[in-house]
């Protein structure tokens, strides 16, 4: 243990470091070196951010959305479950939800309410935080969609959404019973590629949200059929359709009616609009 | 005090099994966490050890790149520490993880727009140069320990003393690379907060630099905690337990001072849904977390026990004081991850959909402690092992 004692005896540390030949010019450098390339990396990635934004744009062919005529809607709640038994929803999760609220005070009260899907923002900012890129923005229409095979479960993008449009599938099942084939009918989703629900396996254990029932778009992108939710509406209340299509009924909905989309004071540009 | 630590720890151990065992096999079911609150007590952790780890690091540079000559007893053991706890927080993330299997996916397929991939890909590098670091500091002890050991040194290195000197070189050179790599990497656990701007309790640009700050005096406190646990002459470094415990302080009164100022403009503001995450610190169902443990426990006793002239210099105090900052801690970082997330997006939304998984409120369930006990746990367990075998002490043993 002699060279311990060396190590350990204030003037022989001294020689040691003395002889070490990075001097401080040299940590300067190489911090700063390493400092100065992060530093440009992460400025050029948040501008390239913006010019893909513009590029996006311009590849649409499709922008699909809704108008939600609140004035028709009864506040029955068909939305909520034709989604989920289209998409065969487990428990914990929900795509589109009837959001209440009860206004003043009796006897002059009433609930307020809207059916509250995914609002498929132009401005997305559940996908720029998805660390594997399992969340995007399709270029040809404008829909955010999951891919449930890349998904790791961070559930980042549940954080990143101002409008709590996405849930986490825990794998929870409605029936006690495990060997009921109830618990194991897969999703229609992505084309129904993932198959039997089953644990261990996407999309449990990944982030889901309401996909404007893509499943129902033909090889074009056209739709064969309504979203789940806007074909069983009752009131006629959910109009769905391409709004760079001027002749479309949302189109002509959004032009001649008064309508407000949730939160647009944060510029993310919901493509459902209410209106009032 | 010996036989108590082991049967403590053979006991967290086995009880953390059980927890491990039911997260494996019923994935996520029985955690608490839902999507109104995605993120609970897992979360929490891994950014507190991950700070011990970024904080430990940069003490250990002040001895190997700063060359501060008071502290080099603890370089080794800093880099250590480092090590362990960075081990420790990866493996409370990958366990919150939905799919642990694709974790590879955020190393191979990044998206560089997250902050949640730049994270993991500067702890990779982070944990790479720790490694090599580890590797250099400790190679000559391990040849100097001759037999099995020398398999460590991987037939490289040599005991003569200009091959430590080379070795110290490489060791500065990793360090001098660390030293960025290590506050990027925090400030960019801090930063994956504060991006989110739906989040206004998180959206600070405050947020990566008390990540940082905080770091710096939880990391500080875990080093002093542990060299005065494990020195038996204590006495004889009374003076480097004293700087420490200052060191601590220091650290601790900028977190604060951040940490006021945090709250302070977010309760000034005057937007209700901005405000109501402060309100559930203050005044929500866990508001003792705040009040006692965050404030009393954390900052309060520490500051005045190490700053008080009698009680800074006993060893003791400072033990108490550094052990109240790392309980205290725990506190703060729970109430960096749920309070932002405990409201909802759009008001109503919780009634609209009748589920656990929906609800404002959050308390983790047994499998989300016991698995934590096991983490812990097996960290403190590899830990114990590496005081005991590897030569992280060389100056005891003159
Ligand atoms: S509503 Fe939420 S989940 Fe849907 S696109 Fe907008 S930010 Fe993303
Ligand atoms: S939960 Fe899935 S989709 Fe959401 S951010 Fe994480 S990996 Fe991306």
Redesign the pocket.
């Known amino acids: 243990m002699a060279e311990d004692k060396d190590v350990h005896n204030g003037e022989s540390l001294e020689n040691v470091f003395s002889e070490s030949i990075v001097s401080r010019k040299e940590f300067l450098k190489l911090t700063g070196l390493v400092s100065l390339g992060s530093l440009v990396a992460s400025f050029s990635n948040v501008f390239s951010k913006q010019v893909e934004a513009l590029e996006l744009n311009s590849q649409k062919k499709h922008r699909w959305g809704m108008v939600i005529d609140l004035v028709r809607c009864v506040n029955c709640k068909a939305c909520t479950v034709s989604c989920r038994s289209e998409h065969k929803l487990p428990p914990g999760v929900v795509y589109n939800p009837v959001v209440e609220e009860e206004l003043g005070e009796f006897p002059n009260v009433r609930r307020r309410w809207f059916p509250k899907p995914c609002f498929q923002c132009e401005q997305p900012p559940?996908v720029p935080?998805?660390?594997?890129?399992?969340?995007y923005k399709r270029k040809e229409d404008g829909i955010v969609v999951?891919?449930p095979h890349?998904?790791?479960?961070?559930?980042?993008?549940?954080t990143?959404c101002p409008y709590g449009a996405?849930s986490?599938d825990f794998g929870e099942e409605y029936i006690a019973d495990k060997g009921n084939d109830y618990n194991h009918i897969p999703s229609p989703e992505w084309g129904g590629v993932q198959g039997v629900r089953e644990h261990g396996k996407a999309p449990i254990g990944?982030?889901r949200k309401c996909d404007f029932c893509l499943h129902l778009q033909d090889e074009e992108g056209n739709y064969t059929d309504l979203p789940a939710c806007a074909k069983t509406c009752m009131g006629k209340a959910i109009h769905f359709g391409d709004f760079l299509d001027p002749e479309s009924e949302v189109s002509k909905l959004l032009a001649r009616r008064n309508t407000i989309r949730l939160k647009e004071e944060l510029g993310t540009q919901p493509n459902v609009y209410y209106a009032l | 005090m010996k036989k108590f630590f082991w049967v403590t720890l053979v006991i967290g151990l086995g009880i953390g099994l059980i927890g491990v065992y039911e997260r494996l096999t019923t994935e996520h079911l029985q955690a608490n966490y839902g999507s109104i609150i995605p993120w609970g007590l897992w979360v929490a952790l891994y950014i507190y050890f991950v700070g011990l780890s970024a904080g430990a690091f940069l003490i250990s540079s002040l001895v190997y790149v700063f060359q501060i000559k008071k502290f080099e007893p603890l370089g080794k053991l800093s880099v250590f520490v480092a090590l362990v706890t960075l081990f420790m927080a990866l493996i409370f993330i990958w366990f919150d993880l939905?799919h642990m299997e694709r974790a590879w996916?955020v190393l191979l397929t990044p998206n560089f727009h997250?902050m949640?991939a730049w994270m993991v890909w500067l702890y990779t590098i982070y944990f790479l140069v720790l490694i090599c670091e580890a590797y250099f500091l400790l190679r000559s002890d391990f040849l100097k320990m001759g037999g099995m050991w020398k398999i460590f040194s991987l037939g490289f290195g040599s005991q003569s003393s200009e091959g430590i000197a080379r070795d110290r070189k490489y060791v500065r050179i990793l360090g001098s690379i660390g030293v960025p790599l290590a506050i990027m990497f925090h400030g960019g656990v801090g930063a994956l907060f504060g991006v989110v701007s739906a989040r206004p309790y998180w959206h600070s640009g405050l947020y990566p630099i008390i990540f940082l700050i905080s770091a710096l005096a939880s990391g500080g406190a875990l080093i002093t905690f542990i060299f005065i646990f494990i020195q038996k002459d204590k006495e004889k470094y009374s003076e480097l337990i004293q700087s420490l415990g200052q060191l601590v302080l220091y650290f601790l009164a900028v977190d604060i001072l951040f940490n006021i100022s945090e709250i302070l403009v977010g309760l000034y503001g005057a937007i209700p849904h901005h405000i109501e995450p402060f309100l559930t610190v203050m005044k929500g169902p866990f508001w003792w977390v705040f009040w006692v443990v965050q404030l009393c426990v954390g900052m309060m006793i520490p500051v005045l026990l190490l700053s008080y002239p009698k009680t800074k210099k006993n060893i003791s105090f400072v033990f108490t004081a550094v052990l109240c900052v790392l309980v205290g801690f725990i506190g703060v970082r729970l109430n960096i991850v749920i309070p932002a997330l405990a409201s909802e997006e759009i008001k109503g939304l919780v009634e609209a959909y009748r589920s656990a998984r929906f609800s404002t409120y959050y308390f983790p369930s047994l499998m989300e402690w016991l698995v934590s006990v096991f983490i812990i746990s097996l960290g403190i367990f590899v830990f114990t092992l590496g005081l005991k075998f590897l030569p992280l002490q060389t100056k005891e043993r003159i």
Do not use: L, Q
């Open positions: 559940c935080v998805c660390p594997v890129t399992a969340t999951i891919d890349k998904c790791i479960g961070c559930r980042y993008c549940i990143a996405r986490f990944t982030v | 939905g996916r997250s949640m």
